[in-house]
């Protein structure tokens, strides 16, 4: 697997990471991420890292360039479903992941995103998120 | 363990797990070790081109722990001490590799010349 | 002559378990609350004829033989189980170096005619036996440790305790001195907590803590950060004058954290940020 899958879901995208990545698979998201915000003119990007065990300062930078140039972009970034060990890690690391929004999990992520952008949810939206 | 491309750090990582899993390390000291491990093979990766890490658990009384020892035949670092600093990086990254693998471990210890290569060795114990 | 000492004393076996037990059992020190007489016995003769079945000729003068393994195990095992029970160290004391006292009035009943013999082997039955009861202090401190180290750990466990205060709320009162290791506990029942209840709001109830300096305020300021990386919003609450007054002197920076002097305000806080309301009941006016 090359590429990381990158999911449209009316204005935002949604990307979730399943495998541990190394460094150029990293970069790969970076980069088509920012490709897809141009193409899809998405207002939100969405990503689930629930599924990583390791977040390094590597990673970490990739997180914060996605926020950092999907801001300029005009859209905004949240990261979910941070697990507990991650997160004192990287505080430990001394990363703060300045430029993303994070929350608890996608639904809540997804209303974060919502509210940022100020925007009634799409029609199209997921099931399960269909709450509001 | 030989590290040569990219693809080896993820391998490597699990290894690591699989050690720290087995002398019951927390899961969060699991993480902070695979992290620590993580930042220093890559290093290795970047500034050398690849070395050899080696796992070890170690033991005293009742305590246990992993040590890794990466060595590589690099460039080697000049300025140790700057090279410890937060926020410091000759290559393009956040300069966080170093002292923050340190902040991760019990023990740190780097030991480099330069043009013969770099050894860091760090320990990071069951409990705390 | 020494080559008697070993066969001597097993010959005097019974005799000599008689002894020992009759020493035991006149000390003031017997715990028979917490040991049968019965069990005593059973215990001195294991360990007896453990050291009289290794005891030769030739590892008399030698304590560190591993000859001893057998004995010093048994040992070990009734130290550690005497110092879990909550022996005192004395207690656990007279238990071997009565042995000893056993022992020599044995030797010297029987090598009476011998002075000699009598020396060299009361001399090497001592060096023997305090290096047992060596070995029994070392596993019966070790014992205790062993105890004090569980002990501490519960107590981490339960001086860490988080509550769900209201749906999507978590508070976590800390009392006590916050170093690192605690610091550590907190943060990760209190994030695994966040996860499991899908809270978005945490309060850090710090009325209990004595005293804070710029090393728990850089621990307080890393929890907080590592609740943010979750994507939850963290309160501090408890500020007492002192704790403020401290903090600005020492120049920490906790101005990007919520802080709220009391728990009650914190709660205030959290429900506006929810946008939840409390309000007084109308049923009164309704009846």
């Not at chain 3, 029942?189 to 300096?213: F, K, Q, R, W, Y």
Request: with cysteine.
């Amino acid at each position: 697997m090359d590429r990381i899958p990158i999911l449209r879901m009316g204005k935002f995208l949604l990307v979730t990471i399943q495998i541990d990545l190394y460094d150029r698979l990293a970069t790969n998201l970076e980069s088509d991420l920012i490709q897809a915000v141009n193409k899809t003119e998405a207002r939100g990007v969405l990503i689930d890292i629930s599924a990583l065990s390791i977040v390094d300062s590597f990673m970490g930078r990739i997180l914060g360039n996605i926020g950092s140039m999907a801001k300029i972009m005009d859209a905004e970034t949240v990261v979910v479903g941070m697990q507990p060990a991650v997160a004192i890690t990287l505080i430990e690391l001394g990363l703060e992941l300045k430029g993303v929004h994070t929350a608890l999990n996608v639904e809540k992520g997804m209303d974060l995103l919502k509210d940022r952008i100020g925007e009634e949810p799409e029609e199209t939206e997921d099931d399960e998120n269909s709450t509001e | 363990m030989k590290i040569e491309k990219e693809q080896d750090v993820i391998p490597f990582r699990n290894r690591v797990k699989e050690y720290a899993v087995k002398i019951g390390m927390s899961l969060v000291n699991q993480t902070k070790l695979i992290t620590a491990a993580s930042e220093l093979v890559r290093n290795m990766l970047k500034y050398a081109g690849g070395g050899t890490a080696l796992i070890e658990v170690v033991s005293d009384n009742r305590n246990s722990g992993i040590r890794l020892l990466f060595e590589d035949r690099g460039p080697g670092i000049k300025d140790v001490d700057l090279a410890m600093k937060d926020g410091y990086s000759t290559g393009k990254s956040l300069g966080l590799g170093l002292p923050g693998a340190r902040r991760l471990v019990n023990e740190f210890d780097i030991k480099s010349k330069p043009g013969e290569g770099t050894i860091v060795s760090i320990l990071k114990w069951k409990n705390g | 002559m020494k080559q008697d000492i070993s066969r001597l004393l097993q010959k005097k076996k019974k005799q000599l378990l008689e002894d020992w037990m009759n020493f035991q059992l006149k000390d003031a020190g017997l715990r028979e609350d917490l040991m049968s007489n019965e069990e005593l016995r059973t215990q001195s003769d294991e360990l007896l004829d453990s050291l009289l079945k290794s005891l030769t000729s030739t590892n008399i003068t030698d304590p560190q033989s591993a000859d001893f393994e057998g004995v010093n195990e048994i040992l070990a095992g009734i130290s550690i189980s005497r110092a879990r029970q909550g022996y005192s160290p004395r207690e656990t004391g007279t238990f071997i170096f009565s042995l000893k006292d056993a022992v020599l009035k044995t030797l010297q009943a029987e090598l009476k005619d011998d002075p000699l013999a009598l020396v060299d082997a009361t001399l090497n039955m001592n060096k023997l036996m305090d290096s047992f009861g060596i070995t029994t202090f070392e596993t019966f401190i070790k014992g205790r440790e062993e105890v004090i180290l569980r002990q501490t750990d519960e107590i981490a466990e339960i001086s860490t305790p988080v509550i769900r205060v209201w749906d999507g709320i978590l508070a976590l009162p800390i009392i006590g001195t916050l170093d690192s290791a605690r610091t550590q506990i907190v943060m990760e029942s209190l994030l695994e907590e966040i996860v499991e209840s899908g809270s978005t709001i945490a309060i850090l109830d710090i009325s209990g803590v004595p005293a804070v300096d710029s090393l728990v305020a850089q621990h307080i300021i890393k929890t907080v950060a590592a609740t943010r990386l979750m994507g939850a919003e963290c309160i501090i609450s408890g500020i007492r004058p002192e704790i403020a007054q401290t903090v600005v002197h020492l120049g920490i920076d906790l101005s990007n954290i919520v802080t709220k002097a009391s728990l009650a305000s914190a709660l205030k806080y959290a429900f506006t940020m929810l946008k939840l309301e409390v309000k007084k009941s109308q049923r009164e006016k309704a009846i």
